[in-house]
């Protein structure tokens, strides 16, 4: 009988030290209650509590995860939007949330499904969808004013999803085209004038210097007869020449055509001329003594 009784003995004390004898993991931290009341904390690592008498509730203090489930929400703007979301929470004070409240995560969950209904009902669709950002951080500070009593701390929040109404995904399409359109408009009239200030100044510099049109006329037609094609073009700079030039040719042709007046020199008066020797000869009289001129003799005679 003694060793049947020391067996039995040996196996109670093993069943006290087993009920006795509590391990605390390093991500948590145990809330000791004895006889009901809270005693304290207890820190990680091996703890004897006594059966019976106390209990140790372990309550992790890692980061939870976790999902918002969908909220039919309708805005500011009346549209109906289904959001979706994700919060993150610890535990900072292992007594508080023990004793202050039932359930920490059912809790939370409730609480955050609320928050987001409320805060995103106060924003319209657009902003809904420009300024994330902004309801995160409105939810947050929500969450945070009343999980403070319960020892939790929310660390982020953040929506994750927002379905719209096809009806709205049509009419925002429709939007944003009309948006691109009109950004494209006004991008093409700056552009315009941007071209038209810097035609403006070309101008005036062909203005300044006239062969630099005849310049650009010539690159003109240089250009358009890369291409095989069968129209000829002539700028009108080009065609105001060709009309000078007939205008010039025809009157070149008129006075071509023309009589052409020979100039009168006038009347100039012949010097005398030298006496020869018939008219020498001629002169030659010889005078009688009667008084009556007498023929010439011959000359041939007198020699």
């Given at each position: 009988?003694?060793?049947?009784?020391?067996?039995?003995?040996?196996?109670?004390?093993?069943?006290?030290?087993?009920?006795?004898?509590?391990?605390?993991?390093?991500?948590?931290?145990?809330?000791?209650?004895r006889?009901?009341?809270?005693?304290?904390?207890?820190?990680?690592?091996?703890?004897?509590?006594?059966?019976?008498i106390?209990?140790?509730?372990?309550?992790?203090?890692?980061?939870?995860?976790?999902?918002?489930?969908?909220?039919?929400?309708?805005?500011?703007?009346?549209?109906?939007?289904?959001?979706?979301?994700?919060?993150?929470?610890k535990?900072?004070?292992a007594?508080?949330?023990?004793?202050?409240?039932?359930?920490?995560?059912?809790?939370?969950?409730?609480?955050?499904?609320?928050?987001?209904?409320?805060?995103?009902?106060?924003?319209?669709?657009?902003?809904?969808?420009?300024?994330?950002?902004?309801?995160?951080?409105?939810?947050?500070?929500?969450?945070?004013?009343?999980?403070v009593?319960?020892?939790v701390?929310?660390?982020?929040?953040?929506?994750?999803?927002?379905?719209?109404?096809?009806?709205?995904?049509?009419?925002?399409?429709?939007?944003?085209?009309?948006?691109?359109?009109?950004?494209?408009?006004?991008?093409?009239?700056?552009?315009?004038?941007?071209?038209?200030?810097?035609?403006?100044?070309?101008?005036?510099?062909?203005?300044?210097?006239?062969?630099?049109?005849?310049?650009?006329?010539?690159?003109?037609?240089?250009?358009?007869?890369?291409?095989?094609?069968?129209?000829?073009?002539?700028?009108?700079?080009?065609?105001?020449?060709?009309?000078?030039?007939?205008?010039?040719?025809?009157?070149?042709?008129?006075?071509?055509?023309?009589?052409?007046?020979?100039?009168?020199?006038?009347?100039?008066?012949?010097?005398?001329?030298?006496?020869?020797?018939?008219?020498?000869?001629?002169?030659?009289?010889?005078?009688?003594?009667?008084?009556?001129?007498?023929?010439?003799?011959?000359?041939?005679?007198?020699?």
């Amino acid at each position: 009988m003694t060793p049947l009784i020391l067996g039995v003995v040996l196996l109670l004390v093993l069943i006290v030290l087993g009920m006795a004898v509590r391990i605390v993991q390093q991500y948590e931290e145990g809330v000791l209650f004895r006889l009901g009341r809270v005693v304290g904390d207890r820190g990680p690592g091996l703890r004897l509590i006594i059966p019976f008498i106390d209990v140790l509730h372990r309550v992790s203090l890692r980061i939870v995860t976790m999902p918002i489930q969908s909220q039919g929400i309708i805005t500011r703007d009346n549209v109906s939007v289904d959001v979706s979301a994700v919060a993150y929470y610890k535990v900072v004070d292992a007594e508080k949330s023990v004793v202050a409240i039932e359930n920490v995560r059912s809790a939370i969950d409730q609480i955050a499904q609320t928050t987001l209904r409320k805060v995103v009902g106060q924003h319209t669709l657009d902003q809904t969808l420009s300024e994330t950002d902004k309801i995160n951080l409105d939810i947050r500070k929500i969450l945070d004013v009343t999980t403070v009593d319960w020892g939790v701390e929310v660390t982020l929040v953040e929506l994750k999803d927002i379905q719209l109404p096809d009806s709205m995904k049509r009419a925002l399409a429709r939007q944003a085209e009309a948006e691109r359109e009109k950004r494209a408009k006004i991008i093409n009239a700056e552009g315009e004038s941007l071209a038209a200030a810097a035609l403006g100044e070309a101008s005036d510099t062909m203005m300044a210097h006239p062969l630099a049109l005849q310049l650009r006329n010539l690159q003109s037609l240089v250009e358009i007869g890369v291409d095989k094609n069968t129209t000829v073009v002539f700028p009108a700079p080009l065609m105001s020449t060709i009309a000078e030039l007939g205008a010039f040719l025809a009157r070149e042709t008129a006075a071509a055509r023309a009589p052409i007046a020979t100039p009168v020199a006038p009347p100039t008066a012949t010097p005398a001329a030298a006496p020869t020797a018939a008219s020498a000869a001629s002169a030659l009289v010889t005078v009688g003594t009667n008084g009556h001129q007498s023929p010439p003799a011959d000359l041939t005679d007198m020699g």
